[in-house]
């Protein structure tokens, strides 16, 4: 990390230098001379690599440098900080300020001097003790335009070795009781039973048995309130709490208002409505309907109507969401939700019983069938778990380590991708394998690490001493050989795993707010023209490559869409950013002691870990968090106070809105903004280094209404603004122009919008949003020569330009009429490969799907949600290349299996919930379906004899 921390420091100088031109002579003069030194110790650090991890001399050098840069930039920042403090102030002012400026460009001087002598400090340390500078190798560069060449579509891992326990856990899960059952797997960390629970998830004969699937985490720091929402997240469509629950508050308000009317209207009751605690004490269905059986039975209209308006009121302020419900509330919900269902739950890495007992109340026995697969490191929370089925218990699958020849097998698959070994490496290959214990983990990590390396017998020789000198007799081996991958890893991609460290255990990171992280935080070089993002996927890629991340979901094009960490490595990236003072986490299961660092990660946590004093954190750099926190209304408004030099604030994933002080232009130095909120306040626009502001709020809010939000003119002053992400509809300030613009989102195509795109004042936009879009105004968007990605929220109209032409891979259109003239147009873009439509929710948009002799010529994916298709005609040589169809809750009046045989690229088509009439068709698409391509339904399709 402490090459990272010169690279970010030599920015700054480089920044300083060149927006200071006035600084004094001598002061410039010492910073010219740091940024020299700093140059020369980023090469020295370059070359030193190889040995940083093996020599204690060497890391004691690399971790005074780390420090020195990290103080040199705290110096610089506040140096920057207090000029620009002093800009734009009043003439008596400035008169002051002279004073202090002078002051403070002293006091920096000394500051820098000082640096520079521990800099000199530091090398004479190292040449006393013996520190050498190796040549360098090269080895970096030329690995990173391998990888640049490679750029290929990545694969989970290899799944080698459990073919035995497949069948045996399958036999477990669909034959047997009807009863609810458990079913569990048990084994050490890193032995593959999250890998085997998903091979089982993921079969198809378990999505055809079952009609309800889900998949939650637990991990040591689970809630049951997280575990039980997750679940309830699978449920579709989403069922409203009001329709089976009354918050326990609103029945108490409504029973005290009904005695306070009963009390006063005893003779026109006539005895009606006396035994309060017997119905209160009702489920919430039985109650609601008892209640309004006994107001349809009062004779008198007034009172009637009183107490139909009173019980009206209480249960408008239910809420319709799940954010209020306290965990019996939730559990309530769910267990209703799964009557019925033949469902199966995977609970995965379950540490206590504590979690069954809570959870199993939610879980029906509906007779039918239904199975929880937990795994767990516990032999004794499994037999718990199991011990509670309503039949005799299933004992728990001990999964076992890999045997020699199998491990050999995913080994060498992860080495040479599918080739075979060369026959002089297989008994250095052999020898490298026995250390990883059968562990699979320790087996696919090591693999991706020599599957990079120089593969001779004298590399592989070398390597199986360092893979010795890192086996130690008080931890697994499993541990050490994930200490050695990542101290092995090139330095490029150490700060980009080791900041997977700030997300909850199995948190599915969505990779692109991970890219945007990485961007701010200055891990992602320019290299040449190339697009940071693209170099940034190309980390992601390696990382993956080396399994040290795994694939949680990909994006229709093929692309990582979220990742996940295994916990043992996750806790590698918390262990040694701890050491790196890189990142520190912080939860209220873990009360670590608060440590100088230069990120802080905070999960579920209260307030003291964003700043106990004024000085406290002041150093820190970054700030994450994760869930609500307790007592703390505006986190922000904190940190503008105690941590003004922070670059990266991360807060949506706390799910609550924050309160935007006005001081929170004091953080000039912001990058990354992220935060949930209603308003979008003019002092953000004077946060003139931000790079990425994202204040959306929650889903994009209906757009049927007329009135838009305003974007703040000075919304223009943020010239470095690359992604801007906003709920729509929001309205463009008239001439608002942002050059490096690249993604905007939550637009309203009004006139200004209009205007602002004709005249190119966002020219480097590749994504982009709108709302509201008349077809015919899409000629507007020629001048957007970068646009690769448009969503548009309501298209409407009959015509579209007769001329569009865009290099745009990727079209989204959300309750759209495709006219025939719109199909065409689509039809002409030369560059579309992914095409997605949808209407509204239990609406639906009925549409003649017309695709036109020789259109889509390029289209490679197909999604449609909530559609109901009218017809489906298609011209000769149209969609040509069309490789995968997705249906999703839509219905068809007619489709003919012809049209599905004509497309010969066709390799995939998934339909998902579909509707009565599409779902009459399948059958017959089943039967006419061309060899090579494969029908994917769910639910699954009941048999016709």
């Known amino acids: 990390m402490a090459n990272n921390a010169v690279t970010v420091l030599l920015a700054n100088l480089t920044q300083l230098l060149i927006q200071e031109s006035k600084l004094q002579g001598g002061v410039k003069d010492q910073v010219r001379l740091l940024q020299n030194?700093?140059?020369?110790?980023?090469?020295?650090?370059?070359?030193?690599?190889?040995?940083?991890?093996?020599?204690?001399?060497?890391?004691?050098?690399?971790?005074?440098?780390?420090?020195?840069?990290?103080?040199?930039?705290?110096?610089?920042?506040?140096?920057?900080?207090?000029?620009?403090?002093?800009?734009?102030?009043?003439?008596?002012?400035?008169?002051?300020?002279?004073?202090?400026?002078?002051?403070?460009?002293?006091?920096?001087?000394?500051?820098?001097?000082?640096?520079?002598?521990?800099i000199k400090e530091?090398?004479?340390?190292?040449?006393?003790?013996?520190?050498?500078?190796?040549?360098?190798?090269?080895?970096?560069?030329?690995?990173?335009?391998i990888l640049h060449r490679r750029r290929r579509h990545v694969e989970e891992d290899q799944v080698v070795g459990f073919a035995h326990d497949t069948e045996a856990l399958m036999k477990q899960l669909i034959e047997g009781s009807l009863q609810r059952n458990v079913v569990s797997i048990i084994g050490m960390g890193g032995l593959g039973k999250t890998t085997l629970a998903r091979k089982i998830y993921n079969n198809n004969d378990v999505k055809n048995y079952f009609n309800f699937r889900r998949w939650v985490y637990v991990s040591q720091e689970y809630r049951i309130r997280e575990l039980l929402l997750e679940i309830l997240k699978g449920v579709k469509p989403m069922p409203k709490v009001k329709k089976f629950i009354l918050k326990a508050e609103l029945?108490?308000?409504?029973?005290?208002?009904?005695?306070?009317?009963?009390?006063?209207?005893?003779?026109?009751?006539?005895?009606?409505?006396?035994?309060?605690?017997?119905?209160?004490?009702?489920?919430?269905?039985?109650?609601?309907?008892?209640?309004?059986?006994?107001?349809?039975?009062?004779?008198?209209?007034?009172?009637?109507?009183?107490?139909?308006?009173?019980?009206?009121?209480?249960?408008?302020?239910?809420?319709?969401?799940?954010?209020?419900?306290?965990?019996?509330?939730?559990?309530?919900?769910?267990?209703?939700?799964?009557?019925?269902?033949?469902?199966?739950?995977?609970?995965?890495?379950?540490?206590?019983?504590?979690?069954?007992?809570?959870?199993?109340?939610?879980?029906?026995?509906?007779?039918?069938?239904?199975?929880?697969?937990?795994?767990?490191?516990?032999?004794?929370?499994?037999?718990?778990?199991?011990?509670?089925?309503?039949?005799?218990?299933?004992?728990?699958?001990?999964?076992?380590?890999?045997?020699?020849?199998?491990?050999?097998?995913?080994?060498?698959?992860?080495?040479?991708?599918?080739?075979?070994?060369?026959?002089?490496?297989?008994?250095?290959?052999?020898?490298?394998?026995?250390?990883?214990?059968?562990?699979?983990?320790?087996?696919?990590?090591?693999?991706?690490?020599?599957?990079?390396?120089?593969?001779?017998?004298?590399?592989?020789?070398?390597?199986?001493?360092?893979?010795?000198?890192?086996?130690?007799?008080?931890?697994?081996?499993?541990?050490?050989?994930?200490?050695?991958?990542?101290?092995?890893?090139?330095?490029r991609l150490k700060p980009c795993f080791l900041y997977f460290g700030i997300y909850p255990e199995d948190f599915e990171i969505p990779v692109r707010q991970l890219i945007r992280l990485w961007m701010a935080e200055g891990f992602i070089p320019q290299i040449g023209n190339r697009n940071m993002v693209d170099v940034a996927e190309d980390y992601l890629e390696e990382l993956i490559d080396r399994s040290l991340i795994q694939v949680a979901t990909k994006r229709l094009d093929g692309g990582v869409k979220t990742c996940r960490i295994h916990d043992l490595l996750r806790d590698i990236c918390i262990s040694e950013s701890a050491k790196e003072k890189f990142l520190a986490v912080h939860s209220d299961?873990?009360?670590?002691?608060?440590?100088?660092?230069?990120?802080?990660?905070?999960?579920?946590?209260?307030?003291?870990?964003?700043?106990?004093?004024?000085?406290?954190?002041?150093?820190?750099?970054?700030l994450i968090a994760f869930g609500g926190f307790v007592g703390l209304k505006s986190p922000l408004a904190k940190l503008s106070k105690s941590n003004k030099l922070v670059k990266v604030v991360e807060l949506r994933n706390m799910c609550i809105p924050c309160l935007i002080p006005n001081n929170i232009e004091d953080l000039i130095f912001l990058r990354y903004l992220s935060f949930r909120s209603d308003v979008i306040p003019d002092s953000i626009c004077n946060l003139w280094n931000l790079e990425t502001l994202d204040i959306r709020n929650s889903k994009p809010k209906e757009s049927s209404t007329n009135k838009s939000l305003l974007l703040p003119k000075g919304i223009r002053k943020l010239k470095r603004l690359r992604h801007l992400f906003l709920d729509g509809p929001i309205s463009l300030a008239s001439k608002v122009a942002l050059p490096n613009l690249q993604v905007l989102t939550g637009i309203a195509m009004d006139r200004d919008t209009e205007e602002a795109f004709a005249n190119a004042r966002f020219p480097s936009l590749r994504k982009l949003v709108l709302y509201r879009m008349q077809s015919e105004l899409l000629s507007s968007l020629q001048p957007l020569r970068h646009l690769q990605t448009l969503k548009i929220y309501e298209l409407f109209g009959v015509s579209s330009p007769s001329s569009f032409q865009l290099t745009i891979t990727k079209i989204t259109l959300v309750g759209a009429n495709l006219s025939a003239a719109v199909m065409r147009m689509l039809g002409s873009l030369t560059s579309l490969r992914i095409l997605k439509v949808g209407g509204k929710p239990q609406q639906g948009t009925y549409n003649f799907l017309s695709w036109d002799e020789?259109?889509?010529?390029h289209l490679e994916v197909f999604k449609m949600k909530y559609m109901k298709v009218i017809e489906w005609t298609m011209g000769k040589g149209a969609l040509p290349n069309l490789q995968r169809l997705v249906i999703e809750r839509c219905d068809f009046c007619y489709m003919s299996p012809d049209e599905l045989r004509s497309l010969t690229a066709l390799r995939d088509v998934e339909v998902l919930y579909p509707y009565r009439g599409l779902k009459e068709m399948l059958h017959l698409w089943q039967l006419h379906m061309r060899d090579g391509c494969k029908l994917h339904v769910y639910p699954p399709l009941q048999s016709t004899n």
């Open 37 to 118: 030194e700093l140059r020369m110790i980023s090469v020295f650090l370059q070359n030193i690599e190889d040995k940083r991890h093996d020599d204690v001399l060497v890391r004691e050098v690399v971790s005074q440098i780390r420090d020195v840069a990290y103080e040199a930039e705290d110096v610089i920042d506040t140096f920057i900080m207090t000029l620009t403090k002093q800009r734009g102030t009043n003439k008596v002012r400035n008169i002051i300020h002279f004073f202090d400026r002078a002051i403070t460009l002293h006091k920096i001087a000394n500051e820098i001097e000082r640096i520079k002598n521990f």
């Open 122 to 145: 530091i090398y004479e340390n190292r040449s006393k003790y013996g520190v050498e500078i190796a040549e360098p190798s090269g080895g970096d560069a030329e690995a990173e335009e």
């Open 251 to 491: 029945k108490g308000e409504l029973f005290h208002a009904l005695k306070v009317k009963y009390t006063s209207n005893k003779d026109k009751l006539k005895g009606r409505l006396t035994d309060f605690e017997g119905i209160k004490e009702m489920n919430d269905e039985d109650c609601k309907n008892t209640l309004y059986e006994i107001l349809e039975q009062i004779e008198d209209q007034n009172l009637q109507r009183s107490l139909s308006k009173l019980m009206k009121d209480i249960y408008e302020k239910n809420s319709e969401g799940w954010v209020d419900l306290n965990d019996d509330e939730l559990k309530s919900v769910l267990l209703k939700c799964l009557k019925n269902k033949r469902y199966f739950i995977v609970i995965d890495d379950i540490w206590n019983t504590e979690v069954w007992n809570e959870v199993s109340i939610a879980l029906p026995d509906n007779l039918n069938g239904s199975r929880i697969l937990i795994t767990s490191r516990i032999k004794e929370v499994a037999i718990h778990a199991s011990s509670l089925n309503n039949c005799i218990p299933i004992p728990p699958y001990e999964l076992p380590f890999l045997k020699e020849d199998k491990s050999w097998e995913l080994f060498s698959t992860k080495v040479f991708r599918g080739a075979a070994c060369p026959p002089e490496l297989e008994i250095l290959g052999r020898q490298i394998v026995e250390s990883c214990q059968g562990l699979p983990l320790a087996i696919v990590v090591l693999g991706g690490l020599l599957a990079n390396k120089e593969k001779t017998q004298r590399t592989w020789s070398k390597w199986i001493g360092h893979v010795n000198s890192y086996l130690t007799e008080d931890r697994s081996h499993c541990i050490d050989i994930l200490a050695l991958s990542y101290n092995h890893l090139p330095q």
């Open 589 to 622: 299961f873990n009360h670590s002691p608060m440590r100088k660092s230069r990120r802080i990660s905070i999960h579920y946590a209260n307030d003291r870990y964003i700043s106990p004093s004024p000085c406290e954190l002041s150093n820190s750099r970054s």
């Open 854 to 857: 020789g259109s889509f010529l």
